[in-house]
């Protein structure tokens, strides 16, 4: 199921966040106060904006109410990433993650309404273990401490000519597929006849247990 992400902020984090999320197909608003890293994803992003999102009126004008996912990259500048965070709240926003580099700054963008908060260059550690230890998932962006976005490969022949009905990943392991990549092409419309083939990578959405609970039935 196609989501609606505001991403604030385009440094390295940013930057990749709204990468990941256009190669799921999923909707992306880019918005950074500096030219340049727009300009880079403007041909990447569903929309983007040169604008200061401490602007009350900017985040007014964008509905940020609608998105389903606020995130907020704005880490190297406490100010601009607590009020951000403050206004975009304020504003109806549905669910906001927001970036930060230090625990005080992480409490901070938590009082202020941050629904999550992230540490990358923390987390960093933790993103090398998981894809050393799995053979099967090959990206994935944690949306936040319970849910994430992964794409995984199949490599088992048990799942090989079962189609998603079959499969019931849903069930299984709470898994959403939004979408299939079949010998280079991706289908953003996966129907539940769908079949699987040996080396289709799916992009899913769900719990991180989910998504490691299918990496271990791959194993088996």
Same mark, same amino acid.
């Given at each position: ?74 880490? /190297?500048?406490? =100010?601009?990433?607590? %009020? @951000?965070?403050?206004?975009? !709240?304020? &504003? +109806?926003?549905?669910? *906001? ?70 499969? /019931?990943?849903? =069930?299984?392991?709470? %898994? @959403?597929?939004?979408?299939? !990549?079949? &010998? +280079?092409?991706?289908? *953003? ?32």
């Amino acid at each position: 199921m196609k989501k609606s992400f505001a991403v604030f902020g385009l440094g390295r984090f940013g930057q990749s966040v709204v990468r990941t999320l256009v190669d799921a197909h999923q909707d992306v608003l880019a918005v950074d106060i500096n030219e340049e890293p727009v300009n880079e994803l403007m041909e990447v992003a569903t929309q983007t904006l040169i604008a200061d999102t401490r602007d009350e009126a900017v985040l007014r004008e964008l509905n940020i109410d609608t998105f389903d996912y606020v995130i907020i990259g704005i880490g /190297n500048n406490m =100010e601009a990433s607590i %009020l @951000t965070t403050m206004l975009s !709240k304020e &504003q +109806g926003a549905k669910k *906001v993650i927001a970036k930060a580099e230090t625990s005080d700054q992480g409490r901070v963008l938590e009082r202020v309404g941050a629904d999550q908060v992230v540490f990358p260059e923390r987390d960093m550690g933790h993103s090398i273990v998981r894809k050393l230890l799995s053979n099967h998932i090959l990206s994935f962006i944690d949306l936040s401490d319970e849910y994430t976005l992964a794409a995984i490969e199949i490599t088992d022949p048990n799942f090989v000519d079962q189609n998603l009905i079959a499969l /019931n990943l849903r =069930e299984r392991f709470g %898994l @959403t597929v939004i979408a299939i !990549k079949h &010998q +280079g092409k991706i289908n *953003v419309s996966p129907q539940p006849t769908d079949m699987m083939a040996l080396h289709d990578v799916l992009t899913v959405v769900g719990p991180i247990k989910g998504v490691e609970g299918l990496d271990e039935a791959l194993k088996k």
